[in-house]
C-alpha cells in the first residue's frame, strides 16, 4: 500500500527525532529555505573544515516529508566534501525523478535517503522533500 | 430549476446538480470537503453562462443592436439577483467586482486613501483572512494610519473588553469578518457597529464565508460595506460584488480608471459616471455575473434558512465524530450555532500536510496550510491546520468518510 | 481541434465553431461586425471552461489534494499558453488580471503611483482608449505629475513631429495604443520605446486591439509592459493578462493585497511572494485563464500570420466597399497593412445612433458611439462614428450586408 | 416596414431643422440632460410668464430622436400652463410605454409628437425620445 510506503518508519523517526537540529553561532554558510505553497521551512547553518562540511544544523517547520528529508540530508552530508555533497544532491534529485520501476536506487549510497523514493508516487509532495536540498544548494552558492 | 422550498430530507437529491460530485479522485468517489476555498458548481449556473455566451454574448452598455441590448439586460438582471439576495434597497447598492479580494482593496483604495490620515486608525481582528489585513496595510502605508487588533477569546471569538478602550476619535475604519474560514467563528458585526456610530467610523465586513452560508439582510446588518464572491457561493471564480450603503458610495472615489465608469473624458480631467458602474471600469466579467445570478436563484430556491439549517445539522454531527478521534483538536467555537461550517483541526503531531495527502489517497478533499490567515496561526501557535468545510450538498456518510480516514492517519503515523 | 495551418480559403470553415453566428438577430442571421467590443467565442473555449467546472474545479495553489493539483495545473498550464502566445521568455513575465483595463490600472498604481513626482510626465497620444487616459490621470493627482498629448494626423496616424520637444528628464511614462480601437491605426511602438530608452521613461502598451490581431512577439517589441485582454481574442469575460519585463516587474509594487500575493503576513508588516503571483491577489480567475489558454490556442492553430493576412484581406474589401456609399466618410488610414480591422465611419448627417438602430434590423451588430475614445471624437469633431470591426470568421459577404444596408439607411434619411 | 415608421419625415424635419434652438440669457429655469449609455446631449433654458413657459430654448448633441423629440417638445409647451405641460408630459410618457395596439394616441392633442409613437417598438430607442423629456422635468424642478 502506498501511503504505508510513504510515510515509514524510518521516515517518522527523521521527523519526529530530526539529528542535526539547531543552529550554529558563527556558521561559514547560512540559508534560509521556505515553500510559499504550503509554507514549509527550513533554517540551515554550516561551517566548514577547508572542503569539509564540518557542522551543521538544521531548524524548521513543516511536513513530515520535509522535516525528514532536512534531517537524512543532514546526517549524510556532515563530514562530506563538497564535491561529495554535489554528488549526492546530484543522485538525490535523480531518485526523486526517475519513473517508478527505473534504475534501482542504490541504497550503500543513499542510506536512510532511500526511504524517500516512496514520495515519488505523490507529486505534490515532491517539492517537500526537495527544499532541504534547494536551502542547502543556496547556502552553497554563497559560500563560492 | 428545482423547486422551492426543499424539504430538508431532501437535501441529498442536490448532489445530482453538481456534475463533479459524480467523479472520482485518486480512485475512489469525491469526498469534496472545501467548499470554504471554493466551491462547486450546479449544472443550473453552468448553463446559464453556457447560454450566455451561445445566445446572447455582447459587451454591455451603449450597445445599439438587439444582441447588445439583451447581453446587458442579462449583466443587469444577474445585479438584480444579487442585490435582492442580500435584501438590497436598490441595485445601485451592488458592485461587480473580480471577487471578495477586489472588493475589500476598492473600499481600502476608494475610501481608505481619502478619508484616513496620519495617527487615524483601523481597527482588525487576530482571525481576519489577509484580504481583510494586507489592503489596510497598504493603505497604512500610503496614509500614516495604524492598525489596531482585537484579540480571540480561549472560545475562540473575538475578545470584546479591550474594545471600549479603542473607540475614540482616532478611529475610523473597522473592518471584521462575518464568519471565519478558519474558526468558523461568526464576527460580533452587531457590537462593532455600534461602537463604530458613536464616533464615526464605517464597518465593513468580509461576508466571503457569511454570505454563502446565511441568510443575510445586509442594509439590517447595520455596516457600510460589505464583500462578498461568487466562487463560495456556486457561482463562477471571477466575480464578486461590493455591497455599499448609498451614501458611503458617494463618498468613494472609483478605485480603477477606464471606460465604462465615465461621464465625461478630457485630457486633463474626467468625471464620473453614477453608482454603481463609477466603480466598475472596464469591460466587466459579464458571463461570470449571468452565473453569479444563476447561482443566487439557485441557492434562493433552496432558501437560505435551509442552507443555514443543513450547515448547523452537518457541523453538529462533524464536531460530535470529530471528538471520537483520540489527540484531535478542533479549533473554533464548539456551539454549531455559533459558527458556520468550517472546521479546523490537528491530529496530535501529524502534520496539516501529511493528513490532507492520507485523505487524498481516500478521495476525500480537505484543505491544510495557514488557509490566508497566517496572524491567526500565530495566534493558535501552530504552522498549519487541517480544514474541512461543508456545503448544501455535504452528507453525514461524507464526514464518516472523513473520520475513517483519519483513524487510517492514525494507525499510519503509529498513534496507538 | 483545429489543425494547423489553415489554408486561407478555409477560414470560412471557423464559423462551425462559434455557436452564437448560427443564430439570428431581428429575424435575420447575425451578422456580427463589433469584435472589436469584444468577441464571439469558439465552442472549444466554452468546452474547456465547462470541462474545467466538471473535472478539475478547487482553488489554487496550497492545495495538497489532487483535484486542487489538477486546478492548480491548469491555471498555471493557461498562464504557460498565454507566455508562449506572447513569446515571453517565461510565463512568470505573464500576470493574469481582470481585462486590460485592469491590467493599465495595475502598472498605474503599482509602478507610477510609486515611481512618479511633482512635475514629472506622462506621454498619451490623443487616440487612446479611457483605459489608457483615466488612469493616469489618476495617477497624476495623486502625485502631481502631468499629462502631455501626441496628436493625430491628417491621415489619422500618431503625429510624432513634436515628439522630440516633449522627450526630457521630466519624462517618465510614454503610453500607447499598439492598435487604435476607433481609426484602426497601429501606435508607432517602436519610435517610442526609442525615444523612452533615451530618458530613462518606461513604456506601456495598450495592446487590447494589438495582441488579438496580429502576430506579437512582446519581448521584441521592446516596451516594458503591455495589457491586453482575453474576451477581445475569443476569450471569456473576466480575465486579462499584463505582460512585464522581469526587471519592471521588480520596481513595481503590488496594487492590491490579499491573500495568494504574500510570502508572510504579519499584524502590521508583511512580505510579498515572487513575480507573478505578487500582483494576483486573492483567488484568480480560474475558469476564465483555462479559457484564455484555450483561445489562444485556437488562435495558435489557425496561426497568427493566417489572422493578420485575413484582417488585412477583409479590411481592404470593407473600405474598397465603403468608398461605394456616398457621402460615407471613413476615419483612420486608408492602408489596409498600416491598420487594423476596426473601420470607424459616418454617413451624412445620419446620427450613428440611427445607423445602428438600421443596421440591427437587418440583423447587422456594429457599435455606435464614442468607443471610449472621447478626446479623440473631439479631435474628429464627431460626437460618435459608426464603427464595424472584424475578426477570423468575418466574410465578404457580412461587408456586403453592411453596405447594403447603408444604401437603405441613405433612403430611409431621404439622400438623395 | 417599422424602420419606416421609425424615420417618418415629420421626425427627420425636427432632427434636421431643430425648432426653438438655442440657449437664453437669462433663463428662469435651466437643466442640462445626458444619456450615459449613447453620449446624447440636450440643454435647455426656461422662461416663464407667471405659470405660463413664455419662452423655451434648447441645444444638443445626438440621434435624430433625442433631437427631434426635443424640437417637438419645445413646440409643444412653448406658451403652455405647467399643468398643461405635466399634462402632456404624462401623455407622453404613457405613449411610450403603451403596448402597440393598445389605446389609441391622440393625434389632435399630442401634434407632431405622436410621430415619436413608432419608438416603441425599438425598445433601445426609447431613452432616447425620453432624454428631453427627462431634462425638462429637472428644469420644472429647480423652479418649484
Ligand atoms: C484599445 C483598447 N484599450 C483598452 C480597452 C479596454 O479593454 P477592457 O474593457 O476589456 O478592459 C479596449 C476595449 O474596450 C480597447 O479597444
Ligand atoms: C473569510 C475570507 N475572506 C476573504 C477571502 C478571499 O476571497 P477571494 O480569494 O475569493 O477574493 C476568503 C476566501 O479565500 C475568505 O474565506
Not at chain 2, 40 to 46: A, D, I, N, R, Y
Request: charged letters at 25%; glycine letters at 8%.
Amino acid at each position: 500500500m502506498s501511503l504505508d510506503q510513504l510515510y515509514r518508519e524510518v521516515i517518522l523517526d527523521h521527523y519526529r527525532s530530526p539529528r542535526h537540529s539547531g543552529s550554529l553561532e558563527h556558521p561559514d554558510a547560512h540559508a534560509d529555505g521556505h515553500n510559499p505553497l504550503c509554507g514549509d521551512e527550513i533554517s540551515l547553518d554550516l561551517t566548514f573544515d577547508g572542503d569539509r562540511v564540518s557542522d551543521i544544523r538544521i531548524s524548521g517547520r513543516g511536513c513530515s516529508i520535509s522535516q525528514a528529508s532536512a534531517s537524512m540530508m543532514a546526517n549524510a552530508v556532515s563530514g562530506m566534501t563538497l564535491d561529495e555533497v554535489r554528488d549526492l544532491e546530484r543522485r538525490f534529485k535523480e531518485m526523486m525523478s526517475i519513473e517508478e520501476g527505473g534504475e534501482e536506487i542504490d541504497v550503500k549510497v543513499m542510506g536512510d535517503l532511500a526511504a524517500l523514493q516512496g514520495v515519488r508516487r505523490f507529486p505534490v509532495r515532491i517539492k517537500c522533500a526537495d527544499l532541504p536540498w534547494t536551502t542547502l544548494d543556496e547556502a552553497l552558492s554563497q559560500r563560492s | 430549476m428545482i423547486d422551492p422550498p426543499l424539504e430538508r430530507v431532501d437535501l441529498s437529491r442536490l448532489r445530482d446538480d453538481f456534475p463533479i460530485l459524480q467523479t472520482e479522485m485518486n480512485g475512489r468517489p469525491l469526498v469534496y470537503l472545501d467548499s470554504a476555498a471554493t466551491t462547486q458548481k450546479p449544472v443550473q449556473v453552468l448553463d446559464a453562462m453556457d447560454a450566455y455566451y451561445r445566445e446572447a454574448n455582447a459587451n454591455v452598455h451603449r450597445g445599439a443592436y438587439a444582441l447588445a441590448q439583451e447581453a446587458t439586460e442579462r449583466y443587469e438582471g444577474a445585479r438584480g439577483k444579487v442585490a435582492r439576495f442580500v435584501n438590497a434597497d436598490s441595485s445601485s447598492e451592488i458592485v461587480f467586482t473580480r471577487g471578495t479580494t477586489s472588493s475589500i482593496n476598492m473600499v481600502a483604495y476608494g475610501w481608505g486613501l481619502h478619508h484616513l490620515g496620519e495617527g487615524d486608525r483601523i481597527l482588525l481582528t487576530t482571525m481576519e483572512h489577509h484580504a481583510n489585513v494586507v489592503p489596510w496595510q497598504l493603505i497604512c502605508r500610503h496614509t500614516g494610519a495604524e492598525l489596531v487588533y482585537l484579540p480571540i477569546d480561549a472560545d475562540y471569538m473575538v475578545d470584546l473588553a479591550g474594545l471600549d478602550e479603542l473607540v475614540d476619535s482616532r478611529l475610523k475604519i473597522i473592518g471584521i469578518s462575518g464568519m471565519s474560514n478558519v474558526l468558523g467563528t461568526i464576527g460580533p458585526v452587531a457590537v462593532l457597529v455600534e461602537a463604530a456610530r458613536s464616533v464615526d467610523a464605517i464597518v465593513i465586513v468580509d461576508g466571503a464565508q457569511m454570505v454563502p452560508h446565511s441568510p443575510v439582510d445586509l442594509p439590517a446588518l447595520g455596516a457600510d460595506f460589505v464583500a462578498f464572491g461568487a466562487h463560495k457561493m456556486l457561482g463562477p471564480t471571477g466575480v464578486g460584488a461590493l455591497w455599499g450603503r448609498p451614501e458611503r458610495f458617494e463618498e468613494m472615489e472609483p478605485a480603477e480608471g477606464g471606460g465604462e465608469m465615465i461621464r465625461d473624458v478630457g485630457l486633463h480631467e474626467s468625471s464620473w459616471a453614477d453608482v454603481p458602474h463609477k466603480f466598475e471600469a472596464g469591460t466587466p466579467p459579464i458571463a461570470e455575473a449571468v452565473g453569479f445570478g444563476a447561482a443566487v436563484d439557485y441557492l434562493s430556491a433552496i432558501g437560505m434558512d435551509e442552507v443555514r439549517r443543513h450547515e448547523i445539522d452537518i457541523t453538529s454531527y462533524a464536531l460530535q465524530r470529530l471528538a471520537e478521534v483520540p489527540d484531535l483538536k478542533v479549533y473554533g467555537p464548539v456551539d454549531p450555532a455559533a459558527r458556520g461550517g468550517a472546521v479546523s483541526f490537528t491530529l496530535a503531531d501529524v502534520h496539516p500536510h501529511d493528513l490532507a495527502t492520507i485523505l487524498d489517497q481516500e478521495g476525500i478533499a480537505i484543505r491544510a496550510g495557514h488557509h490566508c490567515a497566517k496572524p491567526l496561526m500565530r495566534v493558535l501557535d501552530v504552522p498549519a491546520t487541517a480544514r474541512a468545510s461543508f456545503y448544501v450538498h455535504s452528507t453525514t456518510d461524507e464526514v464518516d468518510a472523513l473520520v475513517s480516514a483519519l483513524w487510517e492517519a492514525r494507525r499510519l503515523f503509529g498513534l496507538a
